[in-house]
């Protein structure tokens, strides 16, 4: 069966969680591939919520493999937490269907304070906003080589060795750089061992996983952030540390690329972005705001308010370039209704220039003047709609202009945060 990438096209939260717990379902296993607990996909089902940042959103269907893939980074407390709170609620958290990859790279204290460190001296107009979740500082020990990775738990003098290694650099920039108390190393694997203990059972083969997978039905990928956070392609220095696009579904999760067969784009009916960053639709207007209320627009990490703004095709244009969608599904549309008039970004005029895709020099998203074009809203709540021909003409009409400026067909229609809250197009 055709395995399923689901990916944010946008600055993340779009949406991933929910839809992939509804493709969950049917699939025989549910991988990550990128980023760490940075991310926050929420749940609904029957009005319960459920905010998942590390494991895979396909654990509420019972017995489906929950596989973390080598290009993740994963903070072992967080982890552990996140299980014991699944557990709590009867979900089944055991070895028998989580795995950790052994390749994938550990968030360590060092990198947590390093993120808050590098954050705090940088001027206002500098920051990333990040989440200080240590993601950036740990990718940067991966390329450089000196990473602990997951199969280093089970090895405590190698755990030990890479800690004082990675801790002889690092402590001259706390105690000297950033006026920090340095870190003792001792103390540190002394710290973070009975977490290595308990993380030993869920360590595996996750490439192998996948592949035992695919024998009994297909593999869902489960992108985290958005292609506009993406290390190479994104808002670059305003973006996380990983590639976030499709193609490290394959990479980060340790399959070849022509595993992926179906890729969904998911794409807010508007745009949100949390953190610093251009953002060309954002709207500083009664309208921002009330989509920020009524979408209720909080990170699900940080709970910090997202910023909201009309959509962005220029965005979405450059996504499906980069990502090859079969689909988009389109979440979020019930937060537009009772607005008259709907704008869309249709290009951005820079330098002079009309340009169909984002300039690629730094900053130059900053720079860029949207063109919008603009089209009629509905009054009609629809969160209750449940087939494509219900939803009002409007609607359909916002959706048809979507397909036609991405080149990309709507595949999925979300309406609401519940799982059930989702149709195709028809
Ligand atoms: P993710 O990071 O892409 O998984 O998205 P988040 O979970 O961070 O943010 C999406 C938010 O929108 C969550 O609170 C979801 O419950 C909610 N949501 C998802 N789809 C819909 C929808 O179609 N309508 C409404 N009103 N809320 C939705
Ligand atoms: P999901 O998977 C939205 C943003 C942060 C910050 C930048 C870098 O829920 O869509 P980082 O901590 O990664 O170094 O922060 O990236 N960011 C997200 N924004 N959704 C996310 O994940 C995000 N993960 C990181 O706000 O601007
Ligand atoms: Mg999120």
Redesign the pocket.
Known sequence: MANVVVF?SQ????G??KIVDMLAEDAAAIVRFQ?GN????TLVVAGEKCILHLIPSGVLHPGKACLIGNGVVLDPEVFLKEIEVLAQKGVETSPARLMVSKKTHIIMPYHRLM?NCRENALDDAGK??????G??PCYEDKMHRCGVRAADLADPELLREKIKLALNEKNVLFEHLYGVEPLDPERVFQDVLPLAERMKPYLGDVSGAIQKAEAEGFVLFEG???TH?DIDHGTYP????SNTVTGNAASGSGCGPRKLDRIIAIVKAYTT?????PFPTELLDEIGNRLQDKGGEF????G?RRRCGWMDMVVLRESARLNTPTELAVTKLDVLSGLKELKICTAYKYRGELMEYPPQEQNGMAHVEPVYESLSGWEEDISGVTAWADLPDAAKAYLERLEELSGVPVGLVSVGPDRVQTFTRG
């Open positions: 944010g600055w993340g939260d779009e991933k969680g980023g940075n991310a926050g996909h993120d990333i906003g990040t989440t200080g979740r993601i950036g985290a952030q958005g956070l305003f973006v996380t540390s972005r949390v953190g610093g960053g990170g699900a990490t940080t910090r």
